[in-house]
């Protein structure tokens, strides 16, 4: 199961999707593996918001002792989890450390097997390119080819609120599936 959100699961009407999937009381046991890899891309040293996201993770019930934090790259078995929790970021950093540990097999076995959930960058590396970054996020690796996961087929646009004249503009300019991700929404993909 994949859920693309922008930020997280945030809101009420999210939550209760999500206990469709997996119930509240079932969540107090689960482990979530929450990859912070694409923070470490960010320019800004601000990063208030990867808090308040981790709280969106505790509000769903789960409980604190079974979140691990994980950069791509160390050791870890991902079958001891049930839950991958993708954090935003820096798009281009992102795709560039999975490919170099070859984490994307990792995911695509993860994601077919149990729940992963992206958040903006962790959402947008599954779809067929990560282009759409670009008019976000500073290509600091030198990325030239842009190809996503294509785990989920379309270009994956999170926070669309804050980028309508982008999606006009690539709506004019390309054939692809346009996946619109406003934040409080989400999108659910069985693989």
Not at 54 to 75: D, P, Q, S
Not at 104 to 125: L, M, N, P, Q, R
Not at 168 to 175: G, K, Q, V
Request: charge should be negative; include cysteine; charged fraction near 30%.
């Amino acid at each position: 199961m994949v859920i693309l959100t922008s930020c997280g699961i945030i809101n009420d009407e999210q939550r209760n999707k999500f206990y469709k999937i997996i119930s509240e009381e079932e969540l107090a046991s689960k482990k979530v593996l929450y990859v912070t890899t694409a923070v470490d891309g960010e320019e800004s040293d601000d990063k208030h918001w990867m808090n308040l996201e981790y709280l969106t993770i505790l509000a769903l019930g789960i409980k604190e002792e079974n979140i691990t934090e994980y950069k791509i790259g160390e050791e870890i078995d991902y079958r001891e989890f049930d839950i991958m929790y993708m954090m935003g970021g820096n798009t281009f950093y992102l795709l560039d450390m999975i490919r170099k540990h070859n984490f994307d097999k990792v995911i695509e076995d993860f994601a077919k097997e149990k729940i992963y959930i992206g958040s903006s960058a962790g959402s947008i590396i599954l779809g067929n390119s990560i282009e759409v970054a670009s008019s976000f996020d500073l290509n600091n690796v030198n990325m030239e080819d842009f190809t996503g996961l294509k785990l989920i087929n379309g270009l994956i646009i999170p926070h669309a609120g804050r980028k309508e004249e982008f999606i006009t503009n690539l709506r004019n300019n390309t054939n692809e599936e346009l996946i619109i991700i406003y934040d409080g929404d989400d999108k659910y993909y069985e693989l």
